[in-house]
């Protein structure tokens, strides 16, 4: 199969652009050449901004296209205009964060999607990111009726340059006293990016097509389930996890840099949490968080990811606020 990826070198595109070279696919790799442009070297590398240099997919032709990195339904236009039938089948990488709230727990496809007040915004942030990947989906199906749409939750493993779990893994690596938000019946999930990204190949390589949720574990699983699921894998005898009042935390100025997969608020919500249902009937399997857990540290001690946004406190700021909590 020749494979277009659009990105392929950061986290998500470059386990799938891995995967598939392991595979026996031919890759290519369409990106700016600005972030491990090193990455997947055997693969072909097309340099250029997909936002005004498309028309360096011109005269080539692909057996099938992983759109990772379309934010706005332009790009997704933009990308079905440049290759016409050119693509192959196309599979979009959207997220769960596509889902209107409330949400009840253990929510499937077809539950109701976000609708921005401003449906011609570009301004990717918190309050628009969801939305307008709802809108990128709407305009895949449009231009694709054999599309494939997956929505993961927040994707782990090697290479996360978010540091979001990796905060974790790293921290509770260290042992000792290790302070968390009070927030355990919070619903959360994963998704290890090299399970997605197999999985991904085989739907494309069988020809399935459909909206699908990449998440594990299954529901109900809750934050403190994750923080002593890391405990279990690689935290030292005598590591304790310090449950703290989001209320606390947000007097003394601790925000989600500080704690990531933490929202502050002082009465939190349930969280979000998604059934797999319809993909594990077409052959999605992870492995245990566990071993996600402890392949992700070998990973960091080895080749540690870059953390450009400096997510995850210092020890000497947690301290400070143990110290605080304790003589509270």
């Not at 290519?28 to 442009?37: I, Q, S, Y």
């Not at 999985?199 to 020809?207: A, H, K, N, S």
């Not at 080895?302 to 450009?308: E, Q, R, V, Y």
């Amino acid at each position: 199969m020749r494979l277009l990826i659009m990105g392929g070198t950061q986290f998500v595109g470059r386990h799938i652009a891995e995967s598939a070279l392991e595979r026996g696919h031919n890759v290519t790799v369409f990106h700016r050449g600005r972030t491990n442009a090193d990455a997947v070297p055997t693969a072909e590398h097309l340099i250029g901004d997909r936002n005004s240099d498309l028309d360096l997919l011109a005269d080539q032709q692909w057996d099938a296209t992983v759109d990772a990195n379309a934010y706005v339904p332009r790009q997704v236009n933009e990308l079905a205009d440049a290759l016409g039938t050119r693509g192959g089948r196309h599979a979009f990488i959207s997220t769960v964060s596509v889902y209107a709230e409330p949400a009840p727990p253990a929510i499937d496809e077809d539950a109701p999607l976000i609708e921005l007040a401003d449906p011609t915004t570009e301004v990717v942030d918190g309050d628009t990111y969801g939305g307008l990947k709802v809108l990128c989906e709407r305009a895949v199906a449009a231009h694709y009726s054999d599309a494939l749409v997956i929505r993961p939750t927040y994707v782990v493993g090697p290479h996360d340059y978010t540091h979001r779990f990796t905060y974790w893994v790293n921290r509770i690596a260290d042992g000792g006293r290790v302070l968390a938000p009070d927030i355990g019946d919070y619903q959360i999930q994963v998704i290890d990016a090299r399970d997605q990204a197999r999985w991904i190949l085989e739907l494309l390589e069988r020809g399935d097509s459909g909206t699908f949720h990449t998440v594990s574990p299954p529901p109900p699983f809750s934050y403190s389930q994750m923080l002593q699921t890391i405990v279990d894998a690689v935290g030292p005898a005598g590591t304790e996890i310090v449950p703290v009042s989001p209320a606390f935390l947000i007097e003394q100025g601790v925000g989600s840099a500080d704690l990531p997969l933490w929202y502050p608020s002082p009465e939190p919500d349930a969280g979000l949490s998604c059934d797999p249902g319809r993909a594990v009937a077409h052959g999605f399997a992870t492995r245990p968080l566990v071993q996600t857990v402890r392949e992700t540290l070998a990973h960091e001690q080895s080749t540690p990811s870059p953390n450009p946004d400096g997510t995850g406190w210092s020890r000497e700021r947690e301290a400070e606020v143990l110290k605080a909590w304790d003589a509270r």
